[in-house]
Structures are given as C-alpha cells and as structure tokens.
C-alpha cells in the first residue's frame, strides 16, 4: 500500500481536521476546568513539596498531562461542541486514562467495539464524525473512514507521527524497520501500517536474540516462531535483515530504546565493517521529549529519601507502567493505581496493580509515624487526578 498517496488523499479531501475547532485561549479554558488543580499548582510553586503533619508529599518534576495528551482531549471535546448532535465515534481510548474516556462516554462519544483485536466498523455510517486517538490509527483504518465519506479528526500525537515518517523513510530506502514496542499496542499497530518490512521487540532481550541471528548464531524455525506475531508478511530473517533502521513506540523506556538502537548499530559494524555500516544501519530519534522528561524526573525522585511511591494512570498506559518499572527497579515500595478510588480512606487500604501481576488489596498500606511518599503520574493523568489521591493521603494521614 501507498500509506503516502493515502494520507494525501484523507488530508485533502475537506473532511479532515487536525487542528481543532477552537483558540488556544478557549481550550486552555476547558481543560482547565475540568482537569488542573490549585492544590497541584501550589505544590508546583513549592518546589513540587508539600507538607501536612506527618505526611510528606515528593512529586516528581515532571509527571501528568503532556502536550500531545492535551491536544488530544482538547479537540475530542471540541469535536462535541463542534458537532452537537451528530454521531461521534472514537476509533479506540482518546488517551489510557480511565477519568477521561468516562468523561468522553457522559458525552456520548462511542468507541468502536473490538472482539479478538479486530475492529468492528460496521456501526459506522456514512458522514459520521470518527476521532483518531493520540496515540493514532492504522492507514488501513484510515482508508476505510475514508471511503465511508466519515468527518476524521485526527488527534494523533506529532511525536507518534514522527516515527511513522521515520518507518517511511526505512521503507523508501529497503530498510527493514526494528521497532522497539508492545507489537498489539495501538501505537505500535499503527506504526507497523505505515512500514515496509518490519520486526517488533518487546525488550533488549530480544533485541539481542535478532542480534545473535544477524551474526549467525541462531536456529531459523525458532526465530519464526518467537516472533510469529511480531513481523510483517513474508518475513525472512536471512533476507531482511541485511539492512535495518531502528524506531520505537514512544511510550517505550528511553534508556531501553537507546541500547537498543546502539545494539544494532555496533551489530552491524561488526558483520559489515565501518566502510558498509552506513548501507546496513539507519538510525533516527523518535524518542518522545514527554516521555523521556517524566522517566528522567521519575529517576531522580527515586533519589530522594522515600517510603513509598504511588504512581497513578492507566493500567494499560505504557508510560505509566515504564515509571512503575523504574520505582521496582530501585527497590522502593511503590504502588500503581488508575483512579483516586483504588484508594479507601475508611480503611487505609489500596487496590493496586504489580507488575506483571493482578489488582492485589493491601490493608494498612499507610503505616503509623513520620511518612515521605513520592508521587508521580503517566502522560494521560490530569493533575485533579493527582490531587485527588494526595487529598485522600491526607486524609489517612490525619
């Protein structure tokens, strides 16, 4: 498929929108009444500390909402506005927040309904208003609204567009595109339509199995079969990884994505030489500013003398479970939760989500004496999210 030719043709046909319906100046408004907090400003103003009895809250330098994430929620309740009484879908989750895409639901926004990862669209009807998330739509997804003559509005975010520009470029110039990601993550799904040949890994581990294959140490049957979900058609590993570029899902962990991309480059150098690496190897930053700033503040709150950590978003937020990652990592007792509900007053009790794990119930979570709890949020979390859970801490605590 020519994703070029078909994005030229959605972007030109006067039913597309990726600029919203209102001024910076009014969509601020909006979001701030129904997501920003004086008492999350006033904690900003204090050096990101606050201080009541024995309660000390450390929230990270950078956490919540990102621009993208903004953008996104903004035009989704433009959309609205904009379209009062036409029938409004969402191709999937505005953003992996629970808070917002209830909010969005109130307003009678619909998702398109899914059953085993594929997408019903037959709900959809012709000239209906479909919303693309920030985290974007397959082409293939995209085509279709379009044939339909649907009103798309487009909210994905521009460092997810970055990367499909940079997967197009692998393809432009037969590189097979290595994507660091979840492959059934709808970012990664949507990066995997615009590629050519491409090779989803979930981790450095696996990076370093295709390594090892490129240096011909590996079994061919096992490679296929490891990866049999994570490849494109007609995928052959002693052909089409004779020459690789390296993208990533954005939410991905950034130390990760850099060993990554630093994995192949030295692979390559060391099966063609420096002379040819050039003509094996094609690398591009594609690693979000966003991200990469609330995993570096999330590295230096670990730093700090904590008790515990409470990191709140989505449970199927990447990012969110990337900075959950980071407080395991440094062995710091840390909880993950998505809502200020999982959190009971009346008995000092959180339902909270491990890694890799169920929701678990732990009693008596806040212990008696002196407390510093640090506190961060994923990129979909609005900061009233955020103070939510810190009231309900004081609470506890008082």
């Known amino acids: 498929m020519d994703t070029q030719a078909v994005k030229h043709a959605i972007q030109h046909s ?14 601020a408004k909006a979001l701030g009444e129904s997501y920003q907090s004086n008492l999350i400003a006033s904690i900003r103003e204090n050096n990101f500390t606050y201080q009541e009895g024995r309660l000390k809250i450390q929230l990270a330098k950078s956490f919540g909402f990102c621009w993208g ?43 398109i309904s899914a059953k085993n990862g594929i997408k019903d669209f037959s709900a959809v ?10 985290f974007g739509a397959t082409v293939q997804e995209m085509q279709l609204l379009h044939e339909k003559e649907c009103h798309i509005i487009d909210t994905t975010c521009p460092w997810v567009s970055k990367v499909w520009h940079t997967v197009e470029k692998h393809k432009k110039h037969t590189f097979t595109s290595i994507i660091h990601g979840k ?36 079994d061919r049957d096992h490679f296929l079969q490891k990866f049999s979900k994570a490849f494109s058609k007609g995928f052959d590993p ?4 004779e020459r690789v570029g390296v993208a990533n899902q954005t939410t991905m962990l950034k130390s990760e994505t850099e060993e990554i991309g630093k994995l192949f ?21 594609t690693i979000c500013d966003a991200t990469e700033e609330r995993q570096d503040a999330m590295f230096s709150l670990v730093d700090e003398d904590l008790d515990m950590l409470v990191v709140i978003g989505g449970f199927n937020s990447s990012n969110t479970t990337h900075l959950q990652e980071i407080a395991v990592t440094n062995n710091i007792q840390s909880f993950h939760i998505d809502t200020p509900d999982r959190i009971s007053v009346e008995n000092n009790s959180i339902c909270h989500k491990p890694l890799e794990s169920d929701l678990i119930l732990k009693k008596d979570f806040i212990p008696d004496g002196e407390l510093t709890v640090g506190i961060t949020s994923g990129a979909s979390t609005p900061d009233k999210v955020v103070a939510d859970v810190i009231e309900k801490l004081i609470k506890i605590t008082n």
């Open 14 to 27: 006067g039913r597309y929108n990726r600029r919203g319906f209102e001024s910076p100046t009014q969509r």
């Open 69 to 111: 994430v903004e953008r996104a929620v903004a035009m989704a309740y433009e959309t609205r506005r904009h379209y009062p009484k036409e029938t409004i879908w969402m191709t999937n989750e505005i953003i992996h927040n629970p808070s917002v895409n209830n909010h969005l639901s109130r307003m009678n926004v619909k998702i």
């Open 125 to 134: 009807s012709h000239g209906d208003v479909v919303i693309l998330p920030a």
């Open 183 to 218: 492959y059934k993550h709808e970012e990664t799904l949507a990066t995997r339509s615009f590629a050519g040949n491409y090779l989803v890994v979930f981790d450095l581990a696996e990076a370093e199995y295709v390594s090892n294959y490129i240096l011909g140490n590996g």
């Open 238 to 241: 002693d052909i089409h990884l």
């Open 265 to 285: 480059e030295n692979t390559m150098l060391k099966k063609y030489g420096p002379v040819h690496l050039n003509d094996h190897f094609l690398a591009f930053n």
